[in-house]
């Protein structure tokens, strides 16, 4: 493959690289399979191309594509170079291989990938904003580390894609730093990185890209980044409702047959969901919240419950108490979750009476009943964060066995949210944004064009459930509403954005940039009024559960049916869920002649 007159023009130099290494082999690496080199961008004839060239061929043009030859066990390295006009780059790839390293794969259009190269010295961002100026990179909705190419004049949305994890720029792990210090890095390390989530929703080759790409009609797309475009997503919201709190949850033994199930476990949670549960009904209604008790269960029942449950409780206990030190120098598991455990314990909501002062009893059943958890789930072990969730339990039922396994019912519905690979936090973040899209696409433009469209910021919330947020006795009740599981199941999500919403007035219009935007929704915490932002979620989720969305409607399969109009005639549990699902799939990004807005239908 040759590309005979491009070589004989002075190139004009747009992008380079040192540091960039390519492997001949990624899963060896010797000095026979690494080669260092420059990657660059190039203009030859107005026409832009991708190469790479070892160091010791400085100063010459690189050949088009030519791979490898061996001459008998030794490589010819000057022949390890390429140049690929990038409209024949057809996608690129993040390939993890066995020496744990991160690779960008390139394949062209003809379906030949090259070798694959690693930025020892970073520079991936750079390159891909310097991609940018001349084609669109659209991440799959199917495979996360793929990112597929294709010129500007294809009619496709233009993005960014400064994004988290997708190389080890710089060589710093970001998920291994949240591991250890989750806040520090929230906001800190996280400030580094913008959008996070900006990426295409559908693949080219679907029946959107595939019509605009074959429209002349449609205009090309600016190689500038988007500025400030509203965004207009194919749902038809309606006006939203208002919404009133009710008097929370006071009497508990009416509730209760003769003995001792609960009569109508969907009026207690309705009844919870409205305005909480008062402070000495809190202990007994928390273990049925959170599975301790079944709701059918009888007192006898319930005695037996808790004598088997204490009875495990302290055998897992014994567990880490019998442990020598000697043992533990061995067991680099165990001693490295000891020792986050007792850092955390002695800096957790010292403020609060139950765990303030040294030598505090509480903090010594925060610790024992954390350290008891590793054992119970050994593969999770202790992350960050989760000392968080115990302190309130703790508070709340004043036991050592009954916070414990409070505890584990919690963490089934948060779980995920503290395993290493994060990707239910990159869902989360990621129904988030597409809720903002749906709900305020004007604030969520502006986000978008403030670097901020990633709502990184909201990454604390979501972890820990608004625990730094809000007011230790405001999270009691927040936590127990959100335990209901009522209206739906991530309605911690409408939470978010009734926050956000809230601060609409302060960041539209305003001169925030990410850095004063990250610190103005940092500055939030304890600010906040708790049943301001919980009437905001349920007036949202009524609004959302009331709308049209064009082109798709509920079915029988996802539980909630549609009538003619595409209004759904009745709630489900889970029907935001469902409508979040919808929504993404429906996303398709055209552009609108008249008003010249991008719009999601």
């Known amino acids: 493959m040759h590309l005979c007159g491009f070589f004989f023009l002075l190139p004009q130099l747009i992008f380079e690289k040192e540091g960039v290494y390519l492997h001949t ?10 080669i260092p080199g420059f990657i660059r961008i190039v203009e030859r004839a107005g026409v832009p191309a991708l190469e790479w060239s070892p160091l010791e061929d400085e100063g010459r043009s690189a050949p088009a594509v030519l791979y490898t030859k061996k001459v008998g066990h030794h490589l010819c390295r000057l022949h390890w170079s390429f140049s690929l006009p990038l409209s024949e780059l057809y996608s690129l790839r993040r390939a993890r291989f066995s020496l744990g390293r991160n690779f960008l794969v390139l394949t062209s259009r003809g379906g030949h990938p090259l070798p694959a190269l690693h930025f020892h010295r970073g520079g991936t961002r750079e390159l891909f904003r ?8 659209d991440q799959s909705p199917v495979e996360g580390r793929l990112f597929l190419a294709y010129p500007h004049d294809s009619g496709a949305l233009s993005q960014s894609f400064d994004k988290l994890h997708l190389f080890d720029d710089g060589g710093s792990d970001l998920v291994s730093r949240f591991i250890q210090d989750p806040y520090a890095t929230t906001f800190g390390g996280f400030s580094k990185v913008t959008n996070f989530f900006r990426a295409a929703l559908r693949p080219p080759g679907s029946p959107t890209h595939l019509r605009t790409a074959q429209d002349p009609s449609l205009p090309p797309q600016s190689d500038e980044e988007p500025g400030f475009e509203l965004i207009n997503c194919g749902v038809e919201l309606g006006p939203r409702p208002d919404v009133t709190r009710g008097e929370p949850l006071d009497k508990w033994e009416e509730f209760l047959d003769l003995e001792g199930r609960v009569k109508n476990p969907e009026r207690i949670k309705e009844l919870i969901f409205r305005g909480g549960v008062t402070p000495p009904l809190r202990k007994e209604v928390w273990k049925f919240l959170l599975g301790f008790y079944p709701w059918n269960s009888t007192f006898k029942e319930r005695e037996d419950i808790l004598r088997a449950k204490t009875d495990e409780y302290f055998r897992m206990k014994v567990q880490w108490k019998s442990v020598s030190e000697e043992q533990e120098m061995r067991n680099s598991l165990l001693r490295g979750y000891r020792s986050l455990i007792e ?3 002695s800096r957790t909501d010292r403020h609060n009476t139950f765990f303030s002062g040294n030598d505090n009893p509480g903090l010594t059943l925060l610790h024992d009943v954390l350290m008891t958890y590793c054992m119970y789930n050994f593969d999770l072990g202790y992350v960050q964060g989760m000392s968080d969730l115990l302190s309130p339990l703790l508070f709340v039922t004043q036991n050592e066995v009954e916070s414990f396994w409070c505890l584990t019912g919690f963490m089934e519905l948060v ?23 749906a709900l305020d696409p004007e604030l969520c433009d502006f986000l978008d064009s403030q670097d901020s469209g990633s709502l990184c910021f909201c990454f604390r919330w979501l972890l820990i459930w608004f625990k730094r947020e809000f007011s230790f006795e405001d999270i009691l009740i927040m936590w127990e509403v959100l335990w209901t599981r009522l209206p739906c199941d991530n309605f911690h999500l409408l939470i978010a954005c009734s926050i956000l919403k809230s601060q609409r007035g302060e960041l539209i219009g305003s001169d925030h940039d990410f850095n004063t935007i990250l610190k103005h929704i940092n500055e939030l915490t304890m600010k906040l009024d708790l049943q301001t932002v919980l009437q905001g979620a349920e007036a949202i989720y009524l609004q959302l559960t009331a709308c049209k969305v064009r082109r798709r409607q509920f079915n029988c399969q996802t539980g909630c049916a549609a009538n003619s109009n595409g209004r759904t005639n009745r709630k489900h549990p889970n029907s935001i869920k469902l409508w979040l699902e919808m929504v993404k799939e429906d996303i398709v990004y055209t552009k609108n002649m008249q008003s010249n807005k991008m719009n999601i239908i």
Do not use: P
């Not at 990624?26 to 026979?32: G, P, T, V």
């Not at 310097?130 to 990179?137: G, M, P």
């Not at 779980?415 to 899209?437: D, P, T, V, W, Y």
């Open 25 to 34: 082999n990624a899963k060896r690496s010797n000095q026979d399979t690494t």
């Open 130 to 137: 310097a991609l940018q100026r001349y084609i669109i990179l």
């Open 343 to 345: 850092r955390d314990v």
């Open 415 to 437: 779980h995920q949210n503290f395993e290493e690979s994060q990707e239910a936090m990159k869902q989360q973040l990621l129904q988030l944004s597409i809720l903002l899209k």
